[in-house]
């Protein structure tokens, strides 16, 4: 095996590479790649067929090569002896590149460069190339936001091209295309009424068919294929709505509601059922709003003078409504800014005097609380029209992820919230079997990916968490790459691909 720490491939190292390669192949050993040839792998489902990745590694262990890439939150796919990325140039967030790696030493082979035509607000945890790209044997398929749907061969070569309009969104775009048999598809919804989903031939780019959604608004779920006795189905989480639909025509088949206003996770199969969960406006994980630990939290930061309450003179230009107390409080998504603070003392002082008491905080937040629920759904197969009525196993509101989305294995689910916090549940009933924090505190938009019996999760912070498939946390390593990490890692044949801020690492023993 060669190990290396790279920037720039050397004559030697291919040498060593094709004699090694030539020597398995005499050997009898030689076999296909193993391809993660989408968000989150196969299915999008996080899950790998390896069962020896490293345990611990880091910035200088157990690194094969290490890349330098440009900015992007989208995850690496790989395909036969190819990785593929998407990126942007952060002082022109117009110019849009497709890099294609290789797999061996890291050494960039081609990229390719569009211009976005729009200009769009981002989050600060989103960007112009957080959509992950698709790849099958010939061909990557990437989607920008910004720009539309683009085809290359595995040399370079762009096949084909599809300007599309830019959903409206406040947050800006991250849902991924997806394959199936000889069709890319793609959700495109945004707010405005124009959302809907598009399916288009793999070799020309044409459209095979298109599905309106008039009534969901901006979502960033990546849909996947729910593969169930002789039935494939479309599975589309959006906004209030868990939605399947026939991969081959686009019609609709069922649908479930009373989900959150904002989706993100894609969702995840196992012991015979669909799993599909959201947060509640907010990033709020739990049905139970803790609006006395927020309140306890701004009378720390604001109140000047001590008096348990927010007068309107404390309420200075770095007030802020804090909505995820379990952050740091210089992570994005900690609090939101306030911008209007006249309009913010409307919503919680009922008596106008110009404070807002305990007693009002505590009444307008579990007015806010009702207003969006958390919850996770287990769906049964075989339904039609209204799911939830007949198809429905099980239904949970605690420990809801944000943005990371759920993962299956061995009869387990798994739920990273923020914070660190990890619930582990039986697959088939939805009970609980622990909840802990992983010792790794902070904002997560990585989703876990599992590995045999090892799972792997990387928060923004730059710590990747290796924790063992068992009925009790088990944390087998804490790593710590000292660069912030929001793309969900890559897992191929006992190697992880882990794009941090600034590098693509391949990882291995």
């Known amino acids: 095996m060669l190990f290396r720490y790279r920037h720039g491939s050397t004559t030697a ?12 192949s005499a050997a009898g050993g030689s076999r296909e790649k193993v391809n993660w040839n989408q968000f989150r792998g196969p299915n999008g489902q996080g899950a790998a067929q390896a ?23 989208s995850s690496p796919v790989i395909w036969g002896n190819l990785i593929f990325l998407t990126c942007f140039e952060p002082a022109d967030k117009k110019q849009l590149a497709t890099l294609a790696i290789d797999r061996e030493d890291g050494e960039i082979l081609w990229r390719r460069v569009v211009q976005g035509e729009t200009k769009v607000r981002f989050h600060a945890l989103n960007n112009p190339a ?4 698709a790849a099958d044997d010939k061909h990557v398929y990437v989607y920008f936001g910004t720009y539309g749907l683009l085809c290359y061969d595995h040399s370079g070569k762009e096949i084909w091209q599809r300007k599309l309009d830019t959903p409206k969104s406040k947050y800006g775009m991250a849902t991924s295309p997806i394959l199936h048999q000889d069709k890319v598809i793609l959700v495109l ?3 405005g009424g124009s959302s809907h989903l598009l399916a288009v031939h793999r070799e020309s780019g044409r459209t095979v068919w298109e599905q309106p959604r008039p009534l969901f608004k901006a979502g960033w779920s990546t849909p996947m294929i729910w593969r169930h006795g002789s039935a494939e189905e479309l599975i589309v989480l959006g906004s209030k709505r868990l939605t399947s639909y026939d991969p081959s025509t686009g019609r609709e088949i069922w649908w479930a509601g009373g989900f959150p206003q904002e989706a993100v996770g894609i969702p995840v199969t196992g012991d015979g059922l669909l799993f599909a969960g959201a947060a509640a406006l907010g990033g709020r994980g739990d049905d139970k709003l803790d609006a006395a630990a927020t309140w306890k939290i701004t009378v720390e930061q604001f109140d000047r003078n001590h008096d348990n309450q927010i007068e309107r003179d404390e309420m200075n230009a770095g007030f802020a409504f804090i909505q ?16 209007n603070m006249d309009i913010l003392l409307r919503i919680f002082d009922h008596d106008k005097n110009r404070i807002i008491s305990e007693a009002e905080w505590m009444q307008t937040m579990s007015g806010f609380a009702a207003i969006s629920q958390p919850k996770l759904l287990a769906i049964r197969p075989g339904a ?3 799911a939830r ?19 299956y294995c061995r009869g387990k689910l798994y739920l990273l919230r923020d914070g660190g916090f990890l619930t582990c549940l039986e697959a088939a009933t939805g009970k609980e079997i622990f909840r802990q924090r992983i010792g790794a505190s902070g904002q997560y938009t990585a989703s876990p990916v599992v590995a045999g019996d090892k799972i792997v999760v ?18 087998l390593a804490r790593n710590d790459f000292a660069e912030k990490i929001f793309a969900t890692p890559a897992i191929a044949e006992n190697k992880i691909y882990l794009r941090t801020a600034g590098h693509l690492y391949a990882l291995g023993r």
């Open 13 to 24: 190292a291919r040498m060593c590479t094709t004699i090694l390669l030539l020597l398995n």
């Open 51 to 73: 069962d020896n990745i490293p345990v611990h590694f880091g910035p200088d262990s157990n690194v094969l090569w290490k890349t330098g890439v440009p900015a992007g939150h």
């Open 130 to 133: 957080s959509s992950t790209p």
């Open 189 to 191: 919804d945004g707010d």
């Open 324 to 339: 995820r107390p379990e952050l740091p409080r210089d992570n994005p998504g900690y609090a939101l800014p306030v911008h």
């Open 384 to 386: 039609t029209n209204d």
């Open 389 to 407: 009525k007949t198809h429905l196993a099980w239904e949970i509101r605690r420990g809801i992820p944000e943005t990371p989305s759920p993962l």
């Open 458 to 475: 990387a928060s923004v912070r730059g710590g990747v968490t290796v924790i063992r498939v068992d009925d009790e946390l088990k944390v």
